[in-house]
């Protein structure tokens, strides 16, 4: 009888324990002592934090914020010694406002240039005109001065015409002939001069090739210019986005290297409680859900919050997260955003708890000790 006393009573035993376990289980894991349809979780306020570097090498001449200073995004937050890189600016802008000088001088000797040349040809080719009309009117008088010396010498082989008469006619024949040696002459000049005015569209495309280049060299120093320019912007730095500064890593006069961190920001009007749900009560958990957010330094003021993150991976229990019971090791992150932050009471850092209500109809309710 004692025998078998024994194990009934172990397995009596075991179900009492069992079914406490589950009660513990429903109670502090599933329910929490709440209502069913609200869900109690806890964690810190966090934020979305932004790192302020430099992306120069200098020295700090300014620092115009320190921790707590609240900035609004544009606002000059330091600023680096800019004296050697404005000397650089300087001497890009002289280069470049140089070649400028270069290229509108450039272009108005093409534009002068585009017109004398058609005006030279023209002038050039009225005179080759006018000279043709020399040689053609030497040709004609000396026709005719070959006719009438013909014609006299042989009036005067007949006696018919004098021998002066014969003479003067020669000699105007030959003064024709030399006539029409020198329209000649003139006629080959002109056309030398057409020729060399009409070189002037070869002139014009090689000013062209000139100012093209010119402008090239100009574009460059612009370019070299712009380039300056924006590291002596970069040597002011300021807020990407509305924050609070929240860490100083540096000071006035050090030196810092490119890309080492500066300061610190986070927007406290976009906070977030970063709580872990059990896997056990993550199914009643989805986006959108609101809740309610209670901190120790205001216990009777809830903030409103809804939930806009939920991790896809469960993870084990992280040391510094209390679960209420220890078989309760897979959880997941969720992130409860705060819809607004009066006043800037929170701060990342604080612990808080927080109510998650996956169902409607029910009452909130404070968190449970």
């Known amino acids: ?207 062209e090739s000139d100012v093209s280049a010119l402008e090239s060299q100009r574009d460059q120093a612009y370019a070299v210019l712009d380039e300056v320019e924006s590291v002596l912007k970069d040597l002011t730095i300021t807020a990407p986005t509305n924050g609070t500064v929240t860490t100083r890593m540096v000071d006035i006069g050090e030196v810092i290297a490119a890309g080492a961190a500066l300061l610190e920001l986070v927007d406290l009007d976009r906070l977030y409680l970063k709580v872990y749900v059990p896997e056990v009560q993550i199914g009643k958990v989805r986006l959108d859900l609101p809740a309610r957010i209670y901190t120790d330094a205001f216990p009777d003021q809830p903030f409103d919050a809804t939930v806009r993150y939920i991790a896809s991976k469960a993870e084990f229990t992280p040391k510094e997260v209390q679960t209420p019971d220890e078989r309760v090791k897979l959880i997941y992150a969720v992130k409860l955003y705060l819809t607004a932050n009066p006043d800037h009471r929170l701060t990342p850092g604080l612990p808080a708890d927080a109510i998650v209500r996956w169902k409607e109809d029910v009452a909130w309710a404070k968190p449970r000790g």
């Open 1 to 207: 009888m004692t025998t078998l006393r024994k194990p009934i009573t172990l397995a009596v035993l075991a179900l009492v324990l069992a079914g406490s376990g589950y009660v513990a289980l429903d109670r502090w894991v599933l329910n929490q002592g709440l209502p069913d349809g609200l869900i109690q979780v806890n964690g810190r306020i966090e934020g979305d934090h932004v790192t302020i570097a430099s992306k120069f090498p200098g020295r700090i001449k300014e620092l115009l914020v320190r921790e707590g200073a609240t900035v609004t995004q544009g606002q000059v937050l330091i600023r680096l010694d800019n004296s050697q890189t404005d000397a650089r600016v300087q001497q890009a802008k002289h280069a470049a406002e140089a070649l400028e000088a270069q290229v509108q001088a450039a272009h108005t000797t093409l534009a002068i240039l585009n017109l004398d040349v058609p005006l030279a040809i023209e002038r050039a080719e009225a005179q080759v005109a006018q000279a043709k009309h020399g040689v053609d009117k030497a040709l004609s008088v000396e026709r005719e001065a070959h006719d009438d010396a013909q014609r006299f010498k042989e009036l005067a082989a007949k006696d018919e015409a004098s021998i002066q008469q014969r003479d003067q006619a020669v000699m105007r024949w030959e003064v024709a002939q030399k006539e029409i040696a020198s329209s000649r002459s003139a006629l080959t000049q002109v056309r030398k001069e057409l020729a060399q005015a009409e070189l002037g569209w070869k002139r014009i495309r090689a000013k």
